[in-house]
């Protein structure tokens, strides 16, 4: 599975890519995109720390 981690202006963009590997799309290509919002994450940042982030997630098997 490849990582890649972005900033896209102040949002935290994570894309993950691989093949699924069990179940009926077995071999089948996925692409997962994450994308947590800026304000929260600077939030979390600044105060106690990140102790969970919520974000927006697409999952496409292609």
């Known amino acids: 599975m490849n990582v890649i981690a972005t900033q896209e202006g102040l949002d935290l963009v ?3 890519t691989g093949t699924v590997t069990s179940g009926p799309f077995t071999g089948d290509v996925f692409n997962e ?9 600077a939030q979390k ?3 106690t720390g990140i102790t969970s982030l919520t974000g927006t997630t697409v999952l496409v098997v292609d």
């Open 45 to 47: 940042c600044a105060s």
């Open 14 to 16: 994570v894309t993950r």
């Open 33 to 41: 995109t994450i994308t947590y919002l800026a304000p929260d994450f």
